[in-house]
């Protein structure tokens, strides 16, 4: 029987660079288990969030900062992070803990096993900020915003919830649209070029985003609408 594909992992190169701090090492040890969800386990999600509360999923947070600001301005937002780099998931445990953010939960696999498990409509906003873009053509495939991601997105994605989308690399942004003009379940409908070369208001920005515009690498953001 084929493996299907929506279920792979897509988690390419190293998990980890240098080496952490104690103190980083303390919390992944003590804290990351309290946090870390296991789509293998018999706990449903249904068990974690009360549908009271909106759920907001960022895929792939990096170091974390762009998460941990808007969970701190949101304490009535519950959110999933997730991020294979061992390092990011460190940094952002340290921002959780010095900021007593007690609203975030961690993946730390591929997203795709978060959105297969996730139950139907439960997501409210989906955040893409800077993926990596993975320029080589022979590579492309391993991008993330593809007709499978998007069907597993829509599945999961409440009927007008938001998939913001930023990026510094044109190509990914063009073939990312392609992708998004061939499904019948998002749009994007922009009204002037200020909608995809400004970022939201509340936006805290990441430190990805700032290196870009240090190195002359103009950004582009997409909201899309799960319709």
Not at 43 to 61: A, N, V
């Amino acid at each position: 029987m084929a493996e299907d594909p929506s279920k792979k992992s897509y988690i390419f190169g190293r998990q980890k660079s240098k080496k952490l701090s104690q103190r980083q090492q303390q919390l992944v040890a003590k804290k990351l288990p309290e946090l870390l969800l296991d789509p293998k386990s018999s706990i449903s999600p249904d068990q974690i969030w009360s549908e009271e509360k909106p759920l907001w999923l960022e895929i792939g947070f990096g170091g974390g900062e762009h998460l941990a600001a808007i969970a701190a301005k949101n304490p009535d937002v519950n959110f999933i992070g997730c991020e294979p780099f061992l390092n990011g998931i460190a940094k952002l445990l340290v921002a959780i803990e010095d900021q007593q953010l007690e609203n975030i939960h961690i993946y730390n696999n591929d997203a795709r096993h978060i959105l297969n498990w996730l139950s139907q409509s439960s997501l409210d906003r989906v955040y893409l900020l800077y993926p990596d873009p993975w320029p080589k053509k022979r590579h492309h495939k391993r991008r993330f915003v593809t007709k499978e991601t998007l069907a597993l997105l829509a599945r999961v994605m409440k009927p007008g919830a938001d998939l913001l989308i930023a990026s510094d690399i044109g190509d990914y942004i063009r073939t990312s649209l392609l992708a998004l003009a061939k499904s019948d379940q998002f749009s994007w409908q922009p009204e002037s070029s200020a909608d995809w070369k400004t970022p939201p208001a509340d936006w805290p920005g990441t430190r990805y985003e700032q290196k870009a515009k240090r190195e002359g690498r103009v950004p582009t953001y997409l909201n899309v609408k799960r319709i």
